[in-house]
């Protein structure tokens, strides 16, 4: 992992346009390509990021960009898209890179993980024909919690939340991507499931090409008897 605290600024295009003045910013490449731009605000959502698969190619600046201050140009393009990130970087104050490794991935708890086993375990919610393959399905970026075969062929990936969020639509989204590398699994498409999810990640996935599945934890645990209900 790559950190650079810098004065930049930065210009999104593609699918929407966005811009960041100039202002001190975090900078964070990561090993699976991801470049993203903090603040010291916001908590841990960064201002602006592109996600893999993309490349960096850092270049230097023009005679009129030099001319305003500027040391180095960013541009991270992605692979799959227009989408083009470009950053312009004016006084570095740090730059270091990281080994930080293999990480083994969040261990869920509490309702997290009984959905996550429940849903294994009644993997016909996913749709009929589907079959379990495994739970926490070990990637290089992190654990899938649920990978499924399709009737149709090929997998799917699951990904669950107790509030379903756009973190949770961008993790799977970075699970897809490496897990359509791998010829003996692809095509696989994702399953974002949640007990409740927010519109905005409703709207992501679908742009995604991700399915939104809602859990009914107390139907999935035998709790809530349907054959019992008034209304």
């Known amino acids: 992992m790559r950190l650079v605290v810098a004065q930049c600024s930065a210009r999104y295009s593609g699918?929407?346009?966005?811009?960041?003045p100039l202002a001190t910013r975090l900078l964070v490449v990561k090993a699976d390509g991801s470049v993203l731009l903090h603040s010291d605000g916001g908590s841990?959502?960064?201002?602006?990021?592109?996600s893999p698969p993309c490349t960096l190619r850092v270049s230097d600046p023009d005679a009129e960009a030099t001319?305003?201050?500027v040391t180095q140009v960013w541009t991270v393009q992605?692979?799959?898209s227009d989408d083009r990130l470009e950053i312009e970087l004016h006084e570095v104050a740090h730059?270091?890179?990281?080994e930080l490794g293999v990480d083994p991935g969040l261990i869920k708890d509490g309702v997290e993980a009984h959905l996550q086993e429940l849903l294994a375990a009644q993997i016909a919610l996913l749709g009929d024909g589907?079959?379990?393959?495994?739970?926490?399905?070990?990637?290089?970026?992190?654990?899938?919690?649920?990978?499924?075969?399709?009737?149709?062929?090929?997998?799917?990936?699951?990904?669950i939340k107790r509030r379903g969020d756009?973190?949770?639509?961008?993790?799977?989204?970075?699970?897809?991507?490496?897990?359509?590398?791998?010829?003996?699994?692809?095509?696989?498409r994702?399953?974002?499931?949640?007990?409740?999810?927010?519109?905005?990640?409703?709207?992501?996935?679908?742009?995604?090409?991700?399915?939104?599945?809602?859990?009914?934890?107390?139907?999935?645990?035998?709790v809530d008897d349907a054959d019992s209900r008034l209304f």
């Not at 079959?131 to 699951?158: C, N, Q």
Request: glycine share 8%; net charge neutral; proline share 6%.
């Open 15 to 20: 699918r929407l346009t966005a811009h960041l």
């Open 44 to 50: 841990y959502k960064p201002l602006n990021w592109m």
């Open 67 to 69: 001319a305003r201050g």
């Open 78 to 80: 992605h692979t799959k």
């Open 95 to 98: 730059d270091s890179s990281h």
């Open 130 to 159: 589907h079959s379990l393959v495994r739970r926490e399905y070990m990637t290089a970026i992190g654990p899938v919690d649920i990978l499924a075969r399709a009737p149709e062929g090929g997998h799917v990936a699951v990904e």
């Open 166 to 188: 756009i973190d949770g639509v961008e993790q799977l989204t970075r699970y897809l991507e490496l897990l359509n590398r791998d010829p003996l699994l692809a095509p696989v």
């Open 190 to 222: 994702g399953i974002f499931a949640a007990q409740e999810i927010k519109p905005q990640a409703r709207v992501l996935a679908k742009d995604r090409g991700i399915a939104c599945l809602l859990l009914d934890y107390d139907a999935m645990r035998g």
